[in-house]
């Protein structure tokens, strides 16, 4: 659906009810002066609509309309097609969910599209009727304002998933930390996710802020270089808590090795300490007659004291005591 339109002369906002009718007064007056349309979810009667009055290049109507498509800035004859990924961090779950944002830019127009939640754009608008400076500028002025306001969020998204990266890493190298290789391998796609919307626009900002580039104006070129920069800024950050979480998860597996190694010793021990008494008990376990040990007695006060039994007991007792002491020594216990 067309969530708002209207036309804009010298950065005034003037009522828009048909854009056919805003066209041609547009055409007819200043050069500053352009329409902007915002849709958002738009059906394709709708976008049919829209896209047949200011005659949007076939091509760039198709990526809009399939959706999910790749960030990228491409141009078709006067006009520019440029696709954003906005994103949202969702502060219950740690997830990063990302939109799309779409911008038809003509010498006269623009047309903003949005799909999916993630598409923080609500009061832009507002803002910018309320300073004006952008929209003077023109179709190009809404635009910086457009993926700066998307880049800005970027930069506290990063900040977001850098808390979450210490939190991690804190727990797996604490001593009483519990976190799970399912914890890492999580906000590891959520970097990842982060990467898929910021790469691919890194190369057409750059583009935007150099000296070829189609923005108008010296001013704007400035503005789109401090946008580059915002954005060189959050995908180093995000290359480096890639690095960071592949290193940490590294250290967990090797952890949890580390630990089932150590349950291993401990398991291997008492096994080693449990099988002395155990194989004493089963050689006099065979009941054979001739076994000096079960008929060996002293006399004591007249009474026959038979100490096989008890010094036997005390043998696997001792043995054990002994190789427990050695096994806690050498660390195994």
Avoid at 110 to 132: C, H, K, N, Q, Y
Avoid at 183 to 188: M, P
Avoid at 228 to 253: F, G, M, P, Y
Avoid at 258 to 285: C, E, K
């Amino acid at each position: 659906m067309i969530v708002d339109q209207a036309r804009y002369s010298g950065g005034r906002r003037v009522p828009c009810e048909d854009i056919g009718s805003a066209l041609a007064q547009i055409r007819d007056g200043d050069a500053s002066d352009f329409l902007w349309i915002g849709m958002k979810d738009p059906s394709r009667e709708t976008f049919a609509r829209v896209s047949d009055e200011l005659e949007l290049h076939p091509l760039a109507i198709e990526d809009s309309v399939k959706g999910d498509q790749r960030p990228k800035i491409e141009r078709y004859g006067d006009g520019y097609f440029m696709v954003l990924r906005p994103l949202r961090y969702v502060e219950e779950t740690s997830d990063v969910e990302s939109g799309e944002l779409m911008v038809f830019l003509g010498p006269h127009s623009i047309v903003t599209v949005r799909r999916g939640e993630a598409t923080p754009l609500a009061g832009l608008r507002s803002s910018l009727e309320a300073d004006r400076t952008a929209l003077e500028h023109g179709p190009w002025g809404v635009f910086h304002a457009i993926i700066d306001h998307v880049v800005d969020r970027y930069l506290i998204i990063e900040d977001e998933l850098q808390q979450d990266l210490d939190a991690i890493e804190s727990g797996v190298f604490s001593t009483d930390g519990k976190v799970e290789t399912s914890d890492i391998y999580a906000l590891k796609r959520e970097v990842l996710e982060f990467k898929r919307a910021t790469l691919p626009l890194a190369r057409p900002v750059a583009g935007l802020a150099d000296q070829r580039s189609p923005v108008p104006t010296e001013e704007l070129r400035l503005l789109m270089r401090d946008v580059k920069d915002h954005l060189s800024l959050a995908i180093d950050n995000t290359e480096s808590q890639d690095r960071l979480l592949s290193d940490v998860l590294s250290a967990h597996l090797a952890q949890v090795g580390l630990q089932q190694n150590q349950d291993m010793r401990r398991i291997s021990a008492w096994a080693a300490i449990l099988a002395v008494p155990t194989a004493i008990a089963g050689i006099y376990g065979m009941n054979f007659d001739g076994m000096p040990e079960l008929s060996a007695s002293v006399d004591l006060a007249g009474h026959t004291l038979h100490y096989g039994y008890p010094v036997v007991l005390l043998v696997m007792l001792g043995t054990c005591v002994l190789l427990h002491r050695l096994f806690k020594r050498s660390g195994w216990l």
